[in-house]
């Protein structure tokens, strides 16, 4: 054994040369997010296949490029996680890749296309299980031969012949949990078939008959020499202690006699995928680094990776090509491709970010990101709209990796950015498809405790990078842990006698931009971005924030519905006199239509309604009850020509109170309060979980007496009332009562509008277990004091605590064309001693809330040596004095 430390640099040096010949290249490809297989075709391009993850779907693509690695076609297959494609000596492609029939499993799909990726045929094998694509080869009678594991159970080996049909199938026993190693397999001239995984190799004739077996080789990874000998591989073991990783390995002859057995040290750790006998007789290995070297354990090259390999395949001029992906870096996973020469040299550079068709934020620093080698300078350049290149920074050190960009404040809708080599400009990324420079979709505020993400396409409380929950608390800007997954505003009524439900949910029908007397205004106008103020702005350091919000408070979008100040009284926002007018500390603005037909029919089946939102987005910088509070005001103006009768609001959430699966939720008629709450202690949050509760401060004003008023639009209107929370009800997964609404089709609608007036999905009355009685509130009962319906003990028979989803309706009114309404929410977090003490703190702060809104002030907390808390309690209107 020996321990290898450092690489000779004349070595290195002379390993240029002999590379100097072969063309290399390095590119991410953004049709995929992770490259699993690629070869050479007979043109001399190549042929990969990886897979490409979006909200709506999982797609593997098939990406045929030229020798250069510049895409000539891509197709799309169905897909889940991997895929391996080999070339045909037609020049068309076999296929095989994963369907996904559900989040976990998958079947099974070998696919034969032509020599431009059409499909010619397909066959379907694998049950519903968690099939998992491991091997493939065309066999010399035309056939192929592959192999597909299911996970923790066992690996399927299939013959077909050209047309896919089955020939024979072999069953083998799976001899670990999950073995997450390649599967060799190979055909030798006589037609046998050898089989390897987990240290099981089998020898098979042409008929699948199982001829001998040797159970006893070290190899996870396998390959088989032109005089038929065998070559294993252990996986590297790595040694904390020592940071070194021991690699061992095998040759046998071609009866699995074992010939040599060899093992030597590389310093650092190494994660393999992939391994290949090369045709200079040497071994690469290739995964998180790349490893070449001989049977002698000489190593030839260790080339460090920042990105991951999947595959590699040998080129005809003597350099390699890899497939791998770049993991976990913004805006998503990317796939690798990387052509080498044969000492794995390469020259290239790899733009990480902006991504092809990314929304970038104008008026904002931005991070340039990119990965290089065999370069040390570089050049920085942007054009717009096709036109010239524009210099950003010249004769930047390469290995620096990103450069803070001050992007351009106007709206360019095609914008491409080039990186090149200072000492070759022939070497050069720029990217293939336009980004845009617009106004920022998502944005997020952290002004106290609470960090919440939200969208202008009306989505709240989700996470857009992560896909993931998105409300955060407590320690705002640097919290951790999550109580939410997705919340959204949502209406709907009834025009012509049907029912229309539209809003935000997992699904969102709401696009960017106001409803002008002309018509819509383009979504993707730079005014129809998200807008941000701050009260202490000048205050801030400056950078990028304050930047930011002076150029939002210098074009102050009065003119689209920002309330704002007109301090000289002429009608016309200046800000050398103006300033924008903001409810809290700080404030984002932003404003919405629904008038995309598509986008509606999408969430819920039916057609726009014509509605204009308004959402402000605000919360205080305190240290008191204020400090886990962010505030959502809603202002909808009835722009369109429809007459919505028995109109609603209502506010949805998915709530994952840290760990989504201990879930229970709940309602406060008194309070007009939903409210999710643990079961008991939580892996996320531990002995004390929170509370968060969706307050509604302010429903909608319907007329009443002339002794009533209705706080609205910053003021109170005599002879309306405000409506209070009008129904609530859950959902739950497995429930054929509380069932989610079906998304895409107009039933959804119905089913959401039976919610909405107290009802289940199907028109049927909430009953109360507990009495039997009809209600329009679910759960109303209070879990603190045991008392009424509330899941858990209060719910006999009823579900375990689990994902939740809730809806808390408010209304019916009538909304005529040319009407407006306001609504205002809070969305509140509370931490007591334990799960109940939470929901007792929750109410309490929910009354301090609701008082400081009406009234501009919280309760006094007064000290009380015995203190009694009353047995019930409720909330009037606050009414002005005249």
């Known amino acids: 054994m020996q321990l290898i430390l450092i690489l000779i640099s004349g070595f ?38 990886g897979i490409y993850i ?46 996904k029939i559900s989040d976990l499993n998958a079947e099974i799909m070998l696919i034969r296309t032509d020599n431009y990726g059409n499909e010619k045929w397909k066959r379907i094998f694998g049950n519903d299980a968690r099939n998992i694509v491991r091997q493939l080869i065309p066999t010399a009678d035309g056939g192929f031969l592959f192999s597909y594991e299911q996970l923790n159970l066992n690996t399927f080996l299939v013959k077909t012949d050209s047309l896919g049909n089955t020939q024979w199938q072999n069953e083998m026993i799976s001899r670990a949990t999950f073995s997450p190693f390649e599967i060799f397999l190979s055909e030798d001239k006589a037609g046998n078939i050898f089989y390897n995984h987990y240290n099981e190799f089998v020898c098979f004739d042409s008929s699948g008959i199982e001829k001998w077996r040797n159970d006893e080789l070290n190899g ?52 393999c995928y992939s391994s290949a006998l090369t045709s200079d007789n040497k071994v690469i290995l290739a995964g998180t680094r790349i490893i070449k070297f001989d049977f002698e354990s000489d190593i030839f090259r260790i080339k460090n990776l920042p990105f991951t390999v999947n595959d590699i395949y040998e080129c005809h001029d003597g350099g390699y090509v890899f497939a791998g992906s770049k993991i976990n870096y913004s805006p998503a996973s990317r796939g690798i491709l990387l052509k080498t020469g044969l000492a794995l040299n390469a020259t290239y550079i790899m733009l990480n970010s902006p991504a092809d068709g990314e929304t970038v934020p104008r008026n904002r620093s931005y991070n ?138 997992h699904r969102h029908g709401l696009q960017a931009g106001n409803i002008a007397d002309s018509g819509v205004v383009d979504p993707n106008n730079s005014r129809l971005g998200i807008w941000r103020f701050k009260q202490a702005w000048q205050q801030l350091p400056d950078g990028p924030e304050k930047d930011r919000i002076r150029y939002d408070r210098n074009n102050w979008p009065a003119d689209l519905g920002a309330p704002w100040d007109d301090n000289d009284g002429d009608g016309i926002y200046d800000p050398l006199v103006d300033n924008p007018d903001i409810d809290g500390d700080e404030m984002f603005w932003m404003v919405m239509n629904d008038m995309d037909t598509n986008m509606t029919r999408f969430t819920y089946g039916s057609d726009p309604i014509g509605l204009e939102v308004r959402l402000s987005i605000y919360a205080y910088e305190r240290t008191d009850d204020l400090a886990d509070v962010v505030f959502k005001k809603y202002r909808i103006y009835n722009k369109g020509q429809n007459y919505v009768n028995n109109m609603f609001f209502a506010y949805w959430s998915d709530p994952d109170l840290g760990d989504a699966s201990d879930d229970f939720v709940g309602c406060d008629t008194v309070l007009n309060l939903g409210y999710c709450w643990n079961d008991e202690a939580d892996r996320q949050y531990g002995e004390q979980p929170p509370a968060v509760g969706y307050l509604l401060l302010q429903g909608p004003k319907v007329a009443a007496t002339a002794q009533d008023s209705a706080f609205a639009f910053n003021g109170w209107q005599y002879g309306y009332k405000n409506e209070d929370m009008y129904a609530f009800t859950l959902f739950i997964g497995s429930s054929n009562t509380y069932s989610d609404p079906s998304q895409g089709v107009i039933d959804g609608s119905y089913q959401f509008f039976n919610y909405f007036n107290g009802n289940v999905w199907n028109g049927n009355a909430i009953t109360d277990p507990n009495t039997n009685m009809a209600t329009r509130f679910a759960i109303p009962g209070d879990p603190v004091n045991g008392t009424g319906w509330y899941e858990g003990e209060g719910w006999p028979g009823g579900p375990v605590s689990d994902d939740r989803r809730m809806v808390m309706s408010s209304g019916p009114f009538d909304f005529a064309p040319g009407d407006s ?50 047995a019930q309690f409720s909330l009037s209107q606050n009414y002005p004095n005249p």
């Open 12 to 49: 290195l040096l002379l390993s240029y040369y002999f590379d100097s010949d072969i063309t290399t290249f390095g590119k991410l490809t953004y049709q995929t997010g992770n490259n699993y297989s690629v070869e050479e075709t007979s043109d001399g391009g190549f042929i990969y296949s």
């Open 54 to 99: 979006s909200a709506d779907s999982i797609i593997t693509k098939l990406i045929k490029t030229d020798a250069n690695g510049l895409t000539e076609w891509v197709k799309s297959f169905p897909g889940k996680d991997r895929s391996l494609v080999k070339q045909l000596p037609d020049s068309g492609f076999i296929l095989l890749t994963e369907n």
């Open 220 to 271: 996870r990874f396998a390959g088989q020499f032109a005089n038929g000998d065998f070559f294993f591989c252990t996986y590297p073991n790595y040694n904390n202690a020592a940071n070194t990783t021991r690699i061992e390995y095998t040759i046998t002859d071609s009866l699995t006699n074992i010939i040599q057995i060899n093992s030597f040290f590389i310093e650092g750790r190494f994660s």
């Open 368 to 505: 340039i990101q990119w990965f290089c080698d065999g370069v040390f300078d570089i050049n920085l350049e942007y054009n717009t709209n096709d036109g010239p290149w524009q210099v950003i920074a010249e004769n930047i050190p390469a290995d620096s990796g990103s450069y803070s960009w001050q992007i351009p404040g106007e709206f360019i809708p095609r914008v491409r950015i080039r990186i090149s080599d200072v000492h070759n400009p022939g070497v050069f990324v720029q990217n293939d498809e336009p980004f845009s420079i617009a106004s920022k979709i998502y944005d997020f505020i952290a002004t106290n405790q609470v960090l919440m993400w939200f969208g202008n396409n009306g989505d709240g409380s989700h996470n857009p990078v992560t896909e993931g929950n998105g409300f955060y608390w407590p320690g705002g800007l640097h919290a951790t842990q999550s109580a939410i997954f997705e919340d959204g505003l949502l209406w709907g009524g009834i025009i012509n006698g049907g029912a229309r439900v539209n809003g935000n949910t």
């Open 821 to 870: 309404q306001e609504v205002v929410y809070a969305i509140i977090m509370a931490q007591g001693d334990n799960n109940l003490d939470s929901i007792t703190e929750l109410k309490r702060k929910a009354a301090a809330v609701k008082e400081f809104y009406y009234t501009g002030l919280l309760p006094v907390d007064l000290e009380d040596e015995n203190p009694v808390k009353p």
